[in-house]
């Protein structure tokens, strides 16, 4: 079945530091994936999403390409700031159901 | 637009006991799905209900239940609490078309604590 594997954190870097989440991916066919993030003692926002092979999905500088060749989703940030420390989920669909297969995320803190 | 609201926010319950979580979904969304969170296991599908109707079904025991109304609101019971129940619920509402193309959005979560 579909299924996530996400780079474990925790990830520390500094302000203006550049960032890459890894994400691959395991699934039928070619679904949707999606970048979700987390701020502390909130729910789960969409960050950004791609619906097909070589989209580049982009949001408050973030960005991922989807890669179909290497099946990944990578998530990358040029200059990260404080206010991007967060938890990150990828996920994907499960083929023919309303739900989402998450990673295990990756806790970001950025320093300044 | 108000966004996807959960209540209550806390939760103290004891071991044995039941509890009820509600959530409200954003205005015109017809699926709620469910999600359970906790550090050892992550992010955990329980359950999604579109039109009041039970649509999807994540592996957790029947202790776990849910309803979706008329109105679109949703709520989750657990029965019999047990010490592992203790996570942070997570409800989502999306569209909810025939294809998964409407993004999930989430509330703020309850927070459960077993004692």
């Known amino acids: 079945g579909n299924s996530v594997t996400q780079m474990e954190g925790p990830v520390t870097l500094s302000e203006e530091a550049f960032l890459t989440i890894n994400c691959t991916y395991t699934?039928?066919?070619?679904?949707?994936l999606f970048w979700y993030v987390q701020y502390p003692g909130e729910g789960l926002q969409l960050l950004l999403k791609a619906t097909k092979a070589d989209d580049k999905g982009s949001n408050k500088g973030f960005e991922a390409t989807y890669r179909k060749e290497t099946t990944s989703f990578h998530l990358e940030k040029g200059s990260v700031q404080v206010s991007d420390s967060a938890v990150y989920f990828c996920?994907?669909?499960?083929?023919?159901?309303?739900?989402?297969?998450f990673g295990q995320g990756t806790r970001l803190t950025i320093n300044p | 637009k108000a966004g996807v609201t959960q209540t209550p926010r806390y939760l103290i319950k004891t071991r044995g006991q039941q509890v009820t979580l509600s959530c409200s979904p954003i205005s015109g969304h017809r699926s709620v799905s469910w999600y359970q969170q906790t550090p050892g296991q992550g992010l955990q599908f329980l359950f999604e209900y579109f039109s009041e109707t039970q649509r999807n079904k994540g592996n957790f025991p029947g202790r776990f239940s849910g309803r979706q109304f008329s109105n679109s609101r949703s709520e989750m019971n657990v029965s019999t609490l047990e010490l592992g129940d203790s996570a942070l619920y997570l409800c989502?509402?999306?569209?909810?078309?025939?294809?998964?193309?409407?993004?999930?959005?989430f509330g703020n979560g309850t927070r459960l604590t077993v004692t």
């Open positions: 989502a509402s999306s569209l909810g078309g025939p294809a998964f193309n409407s993004p999930l959005h």
């Open positions: 699934a039928t066919g070619y679904p949707s």
């Open positions: 996920a994907l669909p499960i083929q023919g159901a309303q739900k989402l297969v």
